[in-house]
């Protein structure tokens, strides 16, 4: 009786060491869930006995679970097929843009090539395709080399990608500048043949107006004479059109502006308040016509030699007709129409004017110390600056000179002397015997002989027929 208990002991003691080290075996991860789970029919059993274990032992251990580092092999397979896949797509991509850019400019040898690409990495997606459905693993030396070489294939392909597309880009902009290249000398064929054809133009009008007889003495024809006080008026136009819009952006009160200029004027439209402004710049320009310096200097007139003095004002208009004033200001700054642009543009060009549109004077003390600024500006008064000079060259070229003349504000309208410089517009008292009023000149006439060239002006208290 007392040696079956012993024995009876000695296995119960054999089965809980067997059983700890099944536990701590478990506790660290070495068998599956499968296999850990004890069957119900000894589950009781097992209890008690660890329960008596647990009493009995006194250098119990507590031992930690720990996760498990294996992966699943078909998921690290599927990622590795998705990162081929993506870097398959890469590929195609980068091959087909290739051949794109190979088509221009068409190149058989590079079309060919990237032809073969793309039927190759089509190739490639179709084993893959092949792959996914037989649901076998890629050869590849391991999952995660693999994984991270897909991965580089792709990035090398968007790189090949963007290779491709700037080259595509950089022979674009060298088309596009060889373009600009051809435009550009396009256009200065263009100007230079303008340029020679303006200046023939100009030698044959000029031969049509001037005559030389026997006695090498000038005559000159009033039809040359009003095409360049055509070009001196429009030049003035211009230069108004300019003084009006920096006004405006200056905020200048211009309804303030033109009724100090000409007060008491009653215009047919608002807007025939330019012509005040315009008044303004021809009046002043104009100044002085009847000198032969413009009274810019203090020498005498040359009453001594009359017909050599026309030879020399002729000889001035063709010298100054063919140049550009800032080629003649260059030479000489200090010359006869140096001086008179200096003049005229301190008489045009208030202070406070040029202070509202520049916001200093520096153009102003330029001129006054004796320069000619290089600005937009002074370049656009130069465009004036040299007809009306053209106009006073020639007009004392003529025997007897041209003369000049201008119509005071009141008097009777004539259709002899004068032009109304606006059109469609009648009295607005319409009594009967009242004749148009001149409310102020314009743009001055000249007499050239027994010929009349009308001077321009506007018509004080008239309405515009529409």
């Known amino acids: 009786m007392e040696s079956s208990q012993a024995v009876k002991g000695a296995n119960i003691t054999d089965i809980v060491h067997k059983f700890a080290r099944v536990c701590r075996l478990r506790s660290i991860g070495v068998f599956s869930e499968e296999n850990q789970r004890p069957s119900s029919e000894n589950s009781s059993d097992v209890t008690a006995i660890s329960k008596e274990t647990d009493d009995n032992e006194n250098e119990s251990q507590k031992v930690y679970p720990q996760p498990s580092d294996e992966k699943n092999p078909k998921s690290e397979a599927l990622e590795t097929l998705i990162s081929k896949l993506f870097a398959n797509i890469s590929a195609l991509k980068a091959a087909y ?31 893959l395709k092949h792959s996914y459905r037989e649901k076998e693993k890629p050869p590849t030396c391991s999952d995660e080399d693999s994984h991270l070489l897909a991965e580089i294939q792709e990035q090398q392909s968007m790189l ?20 600009l290249e051809k435009l550009r000398e396009e256009l200065r064929e263009a100007t230079e ?60 009160d211009l309804d303030a502006a033109a009724n ?63 140049r550009d004033p800032f080629d003649v200001l ?8 140096g001086k008179f ?36 500006f002074y370049q656009a008064f130069l465009k004036l600056a040299k007809p009306v000079w053209l106009v006073h060259r020639l007009a004392f070229c003529f025997d007897p000179k041209v003369n000049i003349y ?16 606006v059109k469609n517009v009648e009295l607005a008292d319409n009594s009967v015997g009242l004749r148009p009023k001149v409310g102020f000149t314009v743009v001055p006439g000249f007499r050239v002989g027994k010929t009349i060239i009308q001077c321009q002006v506007y018509l004080t208290g008239m309405k515009s027929i529409e």
């Open 160 to 179: 090949k990608t963007y290779e491709v597309m700037v080259k595509k880009f950089q022979a674009q902009i060298q088309s596009r500048d060889l373009e």
């Open 406 to 421: 201008q119509v005071r504000k009141g008097t009777d309208f004539s259709e002899v002397y004068m032009e109304s410089i």
């Open 97 to 127: 843009v290739e051949l794109q850019a190979a088509h221009m400019p068409y190149d058989p040898e590079k079309i060919q090539k990237a032809d073969m690409a793309v039927i190759g990495e089509l190739k490639n997606l179709s084993e």
């Open 341 to 376: 642009c200096h003049s005229k543009y301190l008489h045009i060009v208030h202070p406070k004017m040029e202070e509202s549109f520049f916001g200093n004077l520096d153009q102003r003390n330029h001129v006054l110390n004796g320069g000619h600024p290089r600005t937009p």
């Open 260 to 322: 100090s200029i000409e007060p008491g004027i009653l215009y047919a439209k608002r807007a025939h308040k330019k012509y005040a402004f315009e008044s303004y710049v021809c009046q002043r320009m104009f100044s002085g016509f009847e000198n032969e310096n413009f009274y810019v200097t203090d020498s005498l007139p040359a009453i001594l030699d009359p017909e050599k003095q026309r030879h020399d004002f002729m000889a001035q208009f063709q010298d100054m007709q063919s």
């Open 193 to 252: 043949k303008k340029g020679k054809l303006e200046k023939t133009l100009r030698q044959k009008s000029f031969k049509d107006a001037v005559g030389y007889v026997s006695n090498e003495s000038l005559t000159l024809t009033p039809q040359f004479f009003i095409s360049t006080v055509q070009a001196a008026a429009k030049a003035a136009h211009d230069f108004t059109k300019l003084i009006i819009n920096m006004m405006k952006t200056a905020e200048w």
């Open 330 to 337: 260059a030479i000489g700054p200090d010359c006869l129409f």
